[in-house]
């Protein structure tokens, strides 16, 4: 007879109490009140930190400013809190005729390779001090607020709020749901508000003061003190040499002149009959070119020759497509001859010339063709 092992027995209670130890293991002691953590002071709300937006405009300034050549010097003009940039280029000729103050067109800048920096360094190698004002940007044109009836169709009815159709126990359940406010939202403070900055200067009167910043610069240049805008830029050098009539006699020469489409611009139309000093109007385009905005080229010379303003002349520029490089240079001939003409050669006579409000160039005859006869 086998007789059984003695550890049989003691090797099945180790494995009935195995399971059971290992239950009592896992399970963690209650927390008693000697054990458990003290609350954290609630701090206070801190203020929001300010942010420091990215300024392209600013970025696109400094990157012009280091492109630019040697011989062009670089000012910053203090103007309020943000200094506007200037292109000097000094008179390169050995006599010196004056100072020419440019204003840009829109989307371009001070040294613009279409007109701005073939006439900023041209007339400097004639004989002129050229100052090339970098304008801010333009205030965006508000959108138009939305009048149509549509829109009144758009909104939900009366019957959509109050949640026709659906069951009045889940109604009630939302509505509980939302009179309730949650622990989360009631132990949150609301956010310390920043003040609103205080409103800075208008658009007009930043460009007034960096007109007025160029002319400080110039002061001290002997010779005559012109002013000349490229595109939207001739409205504001008309409004800037108005400006200056009360202190100092100002000319204005306008290149391509037309009125910008933003709010509170002055308009050309009413600024030409005021300036005392002499303006030279120069434009491009066709003899028989129907242009029927309000401040078009017929416009004005029909405004000259109403108010008799015998300080106007206008001039047409026929235009040559083919090379903008010689364009350019055709350009810079004709503004600084016109400049000649009706600037330094009538203070040098003592009295102006008869004005040439008419005054159209030559056509050009092509091959085999002959001039017609006047009538």
């Not at 508000?142 to 159709?165: H, M």
């Not at 409103?199 to 009167?205: A, I, K, R, V």
């Not at 002499?278 to 491009?284: E, G, K, Q, S």
């Not at 002349?313 to 040559?320: E, F, G, V, W």
Request: charged letters at 20%.
């Amino acid at each position: 007879m086998i007789k059984p092992l003695p550890f049989i027995p003691l090797l099945l209670s180790l494995l009935v109490a195995l399971p059971a130890a290992a239950a009592d293991g896992d399970a963690e002691p209650a927390p008693t009140e000697q054990t458990a953590p003290a609350a954290a002071p609630a701090e206070p709300p801190r203020p929001p930190r300010p942010r420091s937006e990215p300024d392209p405009d600013a970025a696109k300034v400094a990157e012009l400013a280091k492109a630019l050549e040697p011989r062009t010097q670089v000012l910053w003009l203090p103007i309020g809190e943000i200094p506007a940039l200037a292109l000097y280029q000094p008179q390169g000729s050995g006599q010196l005729h004056g100072s020419v103050i440019l204003f840009h067109d829109d989307q371009t800048h001070a040294d613009w390779p279409n007109l701005v920096r073939p006439l900023r360094l041209g007339l400097a190698d004639k004989g002129w001090d050229t100052l090339s004002l970098q304008l801010p940007k333009p205030p965006h044109t508000p959108l138009p607020k939305r009048t149509l009836p549509s829109q009144s169709s758009l909104k939900p009815t009366a019957g959509e709020n109050d949640g026709d159709g659906a069951d009045p126990a889940e109604a009630g359940d939302n509505d509980s749901a939302v009179a309730m406010p949650s622990s989360t939202a009631a132990a949150t403070e609301p956010p310390v508000s920043e003040p609103p900055p205080p409103p800075g200067p208008s658009y007009d009167q930043r460009v007034m003061d960096a007109g007025n910043a160029a002319v400080a610069q110039l002061q001290q240049n002997p010779g005559r003190l012109v002013i000349l805008g490229i595109g939207s830029g001739a409205v504001w050098a008309a409004a800037f040499a108005m400006q200056l009539d009360e202190a100092l006699e100002a000319d204005l020469v306008m290149v391509d002149a037309r009125q910008p489409q933003h709010p509170d611009v002055p308009d050309l139309m009413m600024l030409l009959p005021q300036l005392r000093g002499t303006v030279l109007d120069l434009y491009h385009g066709e003899p028989l070119a129907d242009d029927r905005q309000p401040t078009s080229p017929a416009e004005r010379q029909r405004l000259a020759r109403r108010e008799k303003l015998t300080n106007y002349h206008q001039s047409r520029m026929p235009l040559q497509p083919d090379n903008w490089k010689q364009r350019n240079k055709w350009i810079l001939s004709r503004v600084r001859g016109y400049m000649t003409r009706y600037l330094l050669e009538a203070e040098k006579n003592g009295a102006r010339p008869k004005p040439r409000m008419d005054e159209q160039p030559k056509m050009e005859l092509g091959p085999g063709q002959a001039r017609k006869p006047a009538i």
